[in-house]
């Protein structure tokens, strides 16, 4: 038996819930941005009407109001986007208790256990989870159905706004193969520049590489994407007690040559601090401390960990306290072959025990270091982790994240 998978993509889903309290501007291109006095600040979101004018995420404000000079631009409320996910998500788990959200704003749902209860077709199950949404919390969402979860998710990009889409096992390469390879998931521009120089532009032309090669060019995410291509993939959709409620999440990473000088080791820091925080932000938690772990060429291994006086999600900070974290144990040239960045005391909430200092006056530097990151999130999950990365020089191996 076929699985039933959905995946469910809220519609322009910041700008969506900030026009919730402003209807006058529903019509309006509308754009939410990190600072909007400034021309430099990001458009971290938009709704459709700001599309049709060739607005996109992560560009600065001049260059969107170039596009468009009659653009709204707001400011985020984070605090609203994460209250709405939750009741978003709510109803999806009416319908099953596997429900995996992907990012604050997209969830798969794996109904086939219960699909006999729901009357038994998916795209009906889809079509009311849309009608829901609309009517209980105003907004739209765009869903696809599939068979597995990579499918699953192109469906739901497939048609937008406020769309159902069925990919099929009767229909699938009809829908799929000539998408361009892009539109795969985890396929990022570095794997469409390397695809691009043999001549592969959709995904049916991925499909028909052969397996051996792709992997020679790019190790195991080659097998991953042949197996997306060809339909193969059966990745199971997680429950969000198994994927929300981590005790703590970390990145580690051994390295070929042996680090010595403050500058490499502060390089490898701030990427593995990148991927902790990207990942923290994905659960919608904060860490209250970092820990740091480092081992010599002998395998000899030494930690330390500490608290910030606020909860955190920030590459930046977590970055910032693993470098001061490792300097009370760990002194240049001393080698280290394999370092480890782990958010400790996680929390939900970012002002769970915060520590006000009326002479601290860093907000506005954080408050800019958020929309950064919050940026970086969204060109991430459309493009792929690769896609982009702070200025650092990457560890040589990488190990499997740590939870």
């Not at 993509?9 to 026009?19: K, P, R």
């Not at 772990?293 to 960990?305: G, N, V, Y």
């Not at 954080?366 to 999130?377: G, M, T, V």
Request: aromatic residues 8%; charged residues 25%.
């Amino acid at each position: 038996m076929a699985r039933v998978i959905l995946h469910c993509d809220m519609n322009s889903f910041f700008a969506s819930v900030e026009l919730l309290s402003r209807p006058e501007l529903r019509d309006a291109p509308v754009a939410v941005c990190g600072d909007p006095a400034s021309r430099h600040g990001v458009i971290l979101a938009k709704n459709e009407a700001a599309k049709k004018f060739g607005i996109v995420t992560a560009e600065t404000i001049w260059q969107a109001r170039k596009k468009c000079p009659e653009l709204v631009l707001l400011p985020p409320h984070h605090h609203l986007y994460r209250e709405y996910s939750r009741k978003v998500n709510a109803i999806y788990d009416q319908y099953t208790d596997l429900v995996e959200p992907f990012s604050v704003d997209e969830s798969w749902l794996d109904i086939t256990g219960s699909l006999h209860l729901l009357g038994g077709d998916g795209k009906a199950v889809a079509d009311e989870i849309r009608e829901r949404v609309r009517r209980e919390l105003g907004l739209t969402v765009s869903v696809g159905v599939s068979f597995n979860k990579v499918f699953a998710k192109l469906g739901s990009d497939y048609k937008k706004p406020n769309a159902t889409t069925v990919i099929s096992p009767e229909n699938w390469k009809d829908i799929v193969w000539p998408l361009p390879v892009g539109e795969l998931l985890f396929v990022g521009k570095a794997a469409r520049n390397t695809l691009a120089q043999f001549g592969v532009k959709t995904i049916g032309e991925l499909a028909a590489m052969d397996v051996g090669q792709l992997e020679a060019l790019m190790g195991k995410a080659g097998r991953q994407l042949y197996e997306y291509a060809n339909g193969l993939e059966r990745e199971p959709v997680h429950s969000r007690s198994e994927t929300e409620t981590p005790k703590s999440v970390g990145s580690g990473s051994t390295f070929q040559k042996d680090l010595r000088s403050r500058r490499e080791v502060s390089a490898a820091l701030s990427l593995l601090a990148d991927d902790a925080a990207t990942r923290l932000r994905h659960y919608g938690m904060y860490a209250g401390g970092v820990a740091v772990t480092l081992r010599t060429p002998d395998f000899q291994d030494r930690s330390r960990q500490k608290r910030f006086a606020s909860p955190t999600h920030l590459m930046r900070e977590l970055a910032d306290g693993a470098m001061e974290l490792l300097e009370t144990f760990w002194k240049t040239p001393d080698p280290i072959r394999m370092l480890t960045v782990t958010a400790i005391a996680l929390t939900d909430s970012a002002d769970a025990y915060e520590q006000v200092d009326l002479l601290d006056n860093s907000g506005p530097k954080r408050e800019k270091q958020e929309k950064l990151e919050s940026a970086l999130d969204q060109i991430r999950g459309k493009y792929g982790m690769g896609a982009v990365r702070f200025g650092a020089s990457a560890p040589e191996k990488k190990e499997a994240p740590l939870l």
